[in-house]
């Protein structure tokens, strides 16, 4: 149903599911697979609360799946084969995500610190890190940059993350092209940089990485013409290089784009919050009533 883009039906399928998982843990409260069971479940709903725009419960929900996958991660943490270090810091990494996104800036980055300096560490001392971890390793150096650009006085501190990410995210995609999310989160990186240098008025640089974000999910949305989440990015690429150009007929072009790309996110998951907001903030940026 979430890929349907019925993320509230989904929501409540899953409620149903958590509230049974949570009582079989109370039988038996030491068992590591049932508590594991359970977090990826509070993992998925926080996702599915950040795409409905419900950013108190993701907080509530991702802090609550982070607290079960400690409880059985770190016995298996330098253990490539072992998953519940890896769903940890995906669960942290959301943490911190709906932290910033309600403005609780010093706690995101708390968060971000804490994920990235214990991802580095696994991948140390794996002898071969498994695509997942460097996936998701590099995912918390984009989303720890993206939340100092977010800070005031702190926008250039973000720019060593992103660098390492996007070469990060491109090598995955280089060696896995078969897998959309490889060039998806290379195209996220390199969207957040140019937005980034667009603030610290780099506008060529950002100029650069904003034509090559849009080249990357051009690419995307030719080859997965109903996944919404390509046609966001897309979108909002599309405005940021609006906002970027200094002509007003190519800001205009840009925006007519971007409003396709935004309201075809939209009409693929009405209920996606993140996506109606988008394309809000457009019509409030060109002044033209809402949809």
């Not at 843990?25 to 950040?50: F, G, I, N, Q, S």
């Not at 992103?162 to 969207?191: C, H, N, W």
């Not at 051009?218 to 989440?229: A, N, T």
Request: some cysteine; proline content about 4%.
């Amino acid at each position: 149903m979430k890929t349907l883009g019925r993320l509230k039906e989904s929501a409540e399928y899953l409620e149903d599911s958590i509230r049974w998982m949570e009582e079989y843990c109370r039988v038996a409260p030491d068992h590591p697979d049932r508590k594991a069971t359970l977090a990826m479940m509070l993992l998925d709903r926080a996702e599915l609360d950040y795409l409905l725009g419900r950013f108190a419960e993701t907080e509530r929900h991702a802090r609550r799946a982070t607290e079960l996958y400690a409880q059985v991660a770190d016995r298996a943490a330098a253990d490539p084969e072992q998953l519940a270090p890896l769903f940890r810091g995906m669960a942290e990494i959301r943490l911190a995500v709906a932290l910033r996104e309600l403005g609780r800036f010093d706690d995101a980055l708390a968060v971000h610190d804490w994920v990235v300096e214990r991802f580095a560490g696994i991948i140390k001392l794996q002898t071969a890190a498994t695509r997942h971890y460097l996936l998701e390793y590099h995912r918390a150096q984009a989303e720890r940059a993206w939340t100092l650009a977010r800070m005031p006085n702190r926008h250039a501190s973000g720019l060593a993350d992103l660098d390492s990410a996007i070469v990060g995210f491109e090598k995955l995609a280089r060696q896995f092209p078969q897998m959309p999310a490889y060039p998806r989160s290379q195209g996220m990186g390199t969207l957040y940089r140019g937005q980034l240098k667009a603030l610290l008025g780099q506008r060529e640089a950002a100029a650069q990485d904003l034509n090559a974000a849009a080249q990357i999910f051009e690419s995307l949305v030719g080859k997965y013409q109903d996944v919404p989440v390509y046609r966001s990015f897309l979108g909002q690429t599309y405005v940021a290089l609006g906002q970027l150009d200094t002509d007003p007929k190519k800001t205009a072009e840009w925006y007519r784009k971007a409003r396709e790309m935004l309201a075809g996110a939209v009409q693929r998951s009405p209920e996606n919050a993140l996506d109606r907001k988008a394309l809000a903030d457009l019509d409030a940026l060109t002044k033209v009533p809402k949809l």
